[in-house]
């Protein structure tokens, strides 16, 4: 079992910056290192949909084309922690954010922060 907590999320205005970030736990031997993590959101009124992963190696991967050249995903091995880095934001980037690790068949979910881009 993982745990993941999102934080970082609140109402920004457009064209501004916000991090998210995400601290994993779980049980006595966990390896942060050996999840594939990864940022979804979901609009209201849509489905969720992946904004972009971070590969055990580091590399960003599925990025989604809404939001590319606006954000970069890191991850911090030594703190169990993935950021989120918005740029630009648009007010159609409103939506919870979800956290998501990922190792073989197993999937964890975060409980989601909200990030509300408006004047």
């Known amino acids: 079992q993982v745990h993941l907590v999102e934080s970082g999320g609140g109402l920004v205005q457009p064209g501004g910056s916000l991090t998210l970030s995400c601290e994993a736990s779980g049980a006595s031997g966990f390896d942060f290192s050996s999840y594939v993590m990864s940022w979804y959101r979901r609009s209201p009124g849509k489905e969720r949909e992946m904004v972009v992963s971070?590969?055990?190696?580091?590399?960003?991967?599925d990025i989604s084309d809404s939001v590319k050249d606006r954000v970069a995903i890191s991850r911090d091995n030594a703190k169990n922690t993935v950021y989120l880095q918005m740029n630009s934001l648009k007010p159609e980037d409103t939506a919870v954010y979800y956290c998501?690790?990922?190792?073989?068949?197993?999937?964890?979910w975060g409980q989601g922060t909200q990030v509300t881009v408006s004047s």
């Open positions: 971070i590969s055990t190696a580091g590399y960003s991967t």
């Open positions: 998501n690790a990922r190792r073989g068949l197993g999937r964890f």
